[in-house]
């Protein structure tokens, strides 16, 4: 009798500890997830306005922001390794060490974007031999080399925000980084369009109000970084300094890692954005609406992943060990509800957000059929990215980042390539295909985690 009710007694306290820990998460998340979704409106934007200039043009975004998306994608997570060291330092109350991680984050930002735009000028000469409608290709090259321009102050802007939200206050970029997709949204229009006085620039028009959108989001950051009081002691005393090399090799051994998972996976939907180029412009257009639905509903479980790295990463600093089983059951339960969420809008109201983007019919039924995987493969999306997300706060980093490796181009882009063209599906099979490969990664790292938690608590 008493062992039962002492068993009782600490099933109820483990889901109190569950409850109390999701709750933490979302207070934390929540402008992170907003935050995600802000910047993904950033491309909702452009594809919104821009579809509506003909299906050539949209096929042209869609090749752009396939290039365009793993250079950046590699670099917000070679940047991750900010929230790690910020959220460690602060659990372990090291203010230099915060410090730290901030200023060689943003020189990292800075270094890489130049490189990065570098690279895509010599890309952009080539544009018309990666295998696309040459209509397509010659409408890309200007739009392409804006918008990687625009990936310097992107970048910057997310070292900062980055080292904030693992400061706890992320509230305030979260309004900064909304401010930015405003004033997108109205450049778009005044550009695309030429009002107020300004040239009709179309397609390259959106581009242009993307750059002067990111640089205005990367001025505000760094103005209320320097304003804010009570994080004085956190942030940078003098931005320009000499390298320590030993803080900026402790973030590139985390963020490296963490960038090659993240490539990995944005990398295989790019590639399938760039098959869909063998299925003409009308596959093209249907890839980058159901892609760009399919990566607002993606910003909800990845914002709360950020959130859990960075609790994951307090509770380890601060020696509270017992915390982290209950803070990884509580962020797979919270991605699990959300993801389902997600899951459900793309299966039962496919043809009304399609038709939102577009008016073809062809493009609209493609879409949804799109959409209907894009449904089966965002709970499993969303669990796997916050399981890799908590360890990374763990600082387990190489082994994941060879799962996403694997998943993806060894399982999920194969697969898919046998399923589109060698079953004959067409560009739904590509989309089967990516969905495997996101099933391999979440039943690898889902165990890890569970067995890492176990791990480092027995290990206290």
């Not at 059929?369 to 387990?396: E, K, P, T, W």
Request: proline share 4%; glycine share 10%.
């Amino acid at each position: 009798m008493d062992s039962g009710r002492l068993g009782t007694q600490s099933h109820a306290r483990k889901r109190m500890s569950h409850f109390h820990e999701s709750r933490l998460t979302l207070h934390l998340a929540l402008p992170l997830m907003i935050g995600q979704l802000s910047q993904m409106l950033l491309s909702v934007a452009d594809t919104l306005m821009v579809g509506h200039l003909g299906v050539t043009v949209l096929a042209a975004l869609t090749f752009s922001t396939a290039l365009f998306h793993v250079p950046f994608v590699f670099g917000i997570g070679l940047l991750s390794g900010i929230s790690v060291i910020t959220s460690s330092a602060r659990g372990a109350n090291d203010a230099r060490r915060a410090r730290g991680s901030c200023r060689h984050g943003l020189y990292l930002a800075l270094a890489l974007g130049t490189v990065l735009f570098g690279i895509s000028w010599i890309i952009s000469l080539n544009l018309d031999r990666l295998g696309q409608p040459p209509e397509v290709a010659a409408r890309t090259t200007v739009f392409f080399r804006i918008i990687m321009a625009s990936i310097i102050p992107a970048l910057a802007s997310i070292a900062l925000k980055n080292h904030a939200d693992a400061l706890n206050r992320p509230w305030p970029p979260f309004w900064i980084f909304l401010g930015g997709v405003t004033l997108n949204v109205g450049l778009n229009w005044v550009m695309i369009h030429g009002k107020f006085g300004c040239p009709v620039l179309g397609f390259e028009g959106a581009a242009w109000a993307t750059l002067i959108s990111r640089c205005a989001i990367l001025v505000a950051m760094f103005a209320w970084l320097l304003w804010v009081k009570d994080l004085h002691e956190w942030v940078p005393h003098r931005w320009i300094h000499w390298l320590d090399f030993s803080d900026f090799r402790r973030l590139l051994a985390i963020g490296f890692p963490s960038s090659l998972q993240m490539v990995s996976e944005v990398a295989a939907f790019s590639m399938a954005g760039l098959l869909m180029g063998r299925f003409g412009a009308e596959a093209m257009a249907a890839h980058q609406i159901a892609i760009t639905l399919a990566g607002v509903a993606f910003m909800i479980p990845l914002g709360l992943s950020m959130a859990l790295t960075v609790r994951m990463g307090q509770a380890h600093g601060a020696g509270e060990l017992h915390r982290l089983r209950p803070i990884a059951v509580s962020g797979w339960i919270l991605a699990g509800i959300f993801s389902m969420v997600a899951a459900s809008l793309f299966l039962f109201c496919g043809n009304f957000l399609a038709s939102l983007f577009v008016r073809s019919p062809e493009v609209i039924a493609l879409t949804c059929s799109l959409l209907v995987v894009a449904g089966f493969f965002q709970f499993i999306d969303g669990v796997q990215v916050a399981s890799s997300a908590m360890l990374r706060g763990l600082h387990d980093i190489r082994v994941p980042a060879m799962v996403g490796f694997v998943a993806y181009w060894c399982v999920g882009l194969p697969a898919g390539a046998g399923l589109a063209f060698g079953l004959q599906l067409g560009p739904v099979g590509i989309w089967w295909g990516l969905a495997i490969g996101l099933f391999i990664a979440l039943v690898a790292l889902g165990p890890r985690l569970w067995k890492r938690t176990r791990c480092v608590t027995s290990s206290a």
